[in-house]
C-alpha cells in the first residue's frame, strides 16, 4: 500500500482488497474460504521512521467440525495493529496493543501482505464445531450422534469417578 507523506502525522492511507475464494492449511487443519476474504488496512505516520498500521480482515470460513466431522461454517472478523519500524524496535513504549514489524528503510509503498496474512492465522479458530451443542460420533460405532443415539453401551464415565470406583472396591 502507499504510504502518507513523509512528516505529515495527521494524514492517513486506507487501502482494501478482496482475495478469491480459496483454501488455507494451518496447525494440520484445512479451512476453505468459499468466498475469499476482505482485508482493510489503514496506515499514519507516528513520527519519522515509526508507522503505524491496522489491518482488520473478516471472511466466512468452512472446515470440519471438530467433534462430528461434518461441515461447519464459521464467521470471522477482527483488526489488528502493526507498527513498522526503521530504527529498531526496543524503542517502542507504549505501543503494547501492536505488533512491531521491522523493516530496514521506508520507501514509497510498504507490503503489508504478510501482516494480513498473519491477521487470518491469528483469527482463525482452534477448532470448528456445528453447533455448539454438537455431540459428536460415538467412540466406538462411529454414529453421528446427532442423527440419534445408538445401542453401543455408554461407557461415558469421569475418569475421576472411575478412580473413585475403584478406590472403593479395593476396600
Ligand atoms: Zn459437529
Ligand atoms: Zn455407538
Redesign the pocket.
Known amino acids: 500500500m502507499t504510504l502518507p507523506p513523509k512528516n505529515d502525522t495527521e494524514a492517513e492511507i486506507f487501502s482494501e482488497w478482496d482475495f478469491p475464494d480459496g483454501l488455507l492449511n494451518f496447525d494440520g487443519q484445512e479451512f476453505i474460504f468459499p468466498k475469499g476474504f476482505h482485508a482493510q488496512a489503514s496506515a499514519r505516520w507516528v513520527e519519522d521512521g515509526l508507522l503505524l498500521v491496522n489491518i482488520a480482515v473478516s471472511s466466512e470460513v468452512e472446515g470440519e467440525c471438530a467433534r462430528c466431522l461434518a461441515p461447519a461454517n464459521l464467521e470471522i472478523s477482527g483488526e489488528l495493529g502493526y507498527l513498522y519500524c526503521s530504527h529498531g524496535a526496543e524503542e517502542l513504549e507504549g505501543f503494547d496493543d501492536f505488533m512491531p514489524v521491522e523493516v530496514s528503510h521506508f520507501g514509497r509503498v510498504i507490503d503489508v501482505m504478510p501482516q494480513i496474512r498473519e491477521s487470518i492465522y491469528t483469527l482463525l479458530p482452534t477448532k470448528i464445531l456445528c453447533r455448539e451443542d454438537c455431540k459428536g460420533l ?1 467412540p ?4 453421528n450422534l446427532n442423527e440419534g443415539s ?3 453401551e455408554s461407557d461415558d464415565i469421569d475418569p475421576r469417578l472411575e478412580a473413585l470406583r475403584n478406590f472403593k472396591s479395593e476396600q
Request: charged share 10%; hydrophobic share 10%; net charge positive.
Open positions: 460415538c466406538v460405532c462411529g454414529k445408538c445401542s453401543c
